[in-house]
């Protein structure tokens, strides 16, 4: 799962955004010495960093900088500025995108979903077709600007579906790819976790043939 760095001096709020990335599968860190966060956060390798640009003794906008100096690390600036002047510089000075407080938890997450993805193009782990994205590392999978979580067997099936680019692919080529999971597959299990899949994806709003069967050929996406 992704790793996100919160600097973020309210306390109260620290906590909550926590809590959220928490919920939605991701791994926290906060920012524990705001005179150190930039060094603190390319310490811990990161995947994001949601940075707050109101703090302690501490311009937000300079941070942003000299983070970007030394990485290019997604940043998402989260403040209760809704002034004009600090969103655009935050853009000029590196970061990747801009949420203002108060902000409503689905759309935060729906912001950190788009910008790991958009960084995780460049390594291969992410891959789309058809409208329907995959983030093949964090098995996490996307429809327009709704997410969720798949299983093992589920992103292992997808994987195969939108590599194949609309082609099909075969069930015994489906099989051998959840064989490589270390765990029994039979024909059955195969149509079980193809049938989850599909209703992973339509509940996300996808058209209910996103993943279309082939009687006795495959499937296809």
């Not at 939605?24 to 956060?41: I, N």
């Not at 098995?139 to 798949?150: F, I, K």
């Not at 093992?152 to 064989?179: F, H, K, P, Y």
Request: hydrophobic share 40%; charged share 30%; aromatic share 4%.
């Amino acid at each position: 799962m992704g790793t996100i760095f919160v600097i973020e001096d309210d306390c109260s709020l620290c906590r909550e955004l926590a809590h959220v990335l928490m919920l939605d599968g991701y791994e926290p860190c906060v920012c524990s010495d705001f005179a150190t966060a930039a060094d603190e956060a390319l310490a811990k390798r990161c995947d994001l960093i949601i940075l707050d640009l109101r703090l302690p003794d501490m311009d937000g906008l300079d941070l942003c900088r000299s983070i970007r100096k030394s990485s290019d690390v997604p940043i998402l600036v989260l403040t209760s500025s809704d002034d004009e002047f600090d969103e655009i510089m935050s853009m000029k000075l590196g970061a990747d995108d801009y949420v203002t407080k108060p902000y409503r938890p689905a759309v935060l997450l729906a912001h950190v979903a788009r910008l790991l993805q958009r960084a995780h193009k460049n390594d291969g782990t992410f891959i789309e077709h058809a409208g329907v994205a995959l983030d093949v590392a964090r098995a996490n999978v996307m429809y327009g600007d709704r997410s969720t979580g798949l299983s093992r067997n589920e992103t292992c099936i997808l994987a195969a579906l939108i590599r194949s680019r609309g082609d099909i692919v075969s069930r015994q080529e489906l099989m051998s790819e959840l064989w490589e999971t270390d765990q029994f597959v039979d024909d059955n299990t195969l149509t079980v976790n193809v049938n989850r899949l599909r209703r992973s994806l339509v509940e996300l709003g996808a058209p209910t043939d996103v993943v279309k069967t082939h009687r006795g050929r495959g499937y296809s996406l």
